[in-house]
């Protein structure tokens, strides 16, 4: 029941913007990646742009101990993109929440900030095989 809900969502977020999303971090990706020294911020838009096809059903986890490139990395990219792709997140959220069907939708597309402001360091994992390791 809860895949088939996943499912349902998916296919209803790809209409309603998941798309444009994708096709907003694959492009930036290209960019990144012709410009030789950010692929590291391309890669992470493409692995993104695959999270924004189809969120329901996943989720970010942290990869463990990130390193300092990575940590350098996180804030040039919180300065140069981050920052502006949260707040769009955020800016299209906001409709979305004011249909109360759309709600699923804006919890998922405010799901996706933490990951647009820090890419790196970070892994897409399905929901059902992730269990948070106790304290």
């Known amino acids: 029941m809860r895949n088939t ?3 349902i969502l998916n296919i209803i977020w ?9 096709l907003g971090y694959v492009l930036a990706g290209i960019i990144c990646c012709l410009l030789i020294v950010t692929i ?6 493409f692995r993104i742009a695959l999270y924004a096809l189809w969120p329901f059903g996943r989720t970010v986890v ?6 300092a490139f990575s940590t350098i990395g996180n804030v040039i990219w919180v300065l140069v993109a981050g ?15 004011v249909s109360i069907v759309g709600i699923p939708l804006g919890l998922a597309n405010l799901k996706m900030i933490p990951i647009s402001l820090m890419p790196l360091g970070k892994e897409i994992v399905p929901s059902a095989r992730y269990m948070p390791m106790s304290r």
Not at 14 to 22: E, H, Y
Not at 40 to 45: D, E, L, N, V
Not at 62 to 67: A, E, K, P
């Open 5 to 7: 809900l996943s499912v």
């Open 14 to 22: 790809l209409v309603f913007g998941g798309i444009w999303l994708a």
């Open 40 to 45: 590291p911020f391309g890669i992470a838009s």
């Open 62 to 67: 942290d990869r463990g101990q990130v390193g």
């Open 83 to 97: 920052i502006w792709i949260a707040i769009g997140h955020v800016v299209t959220a906001i409709p979305m929440f």
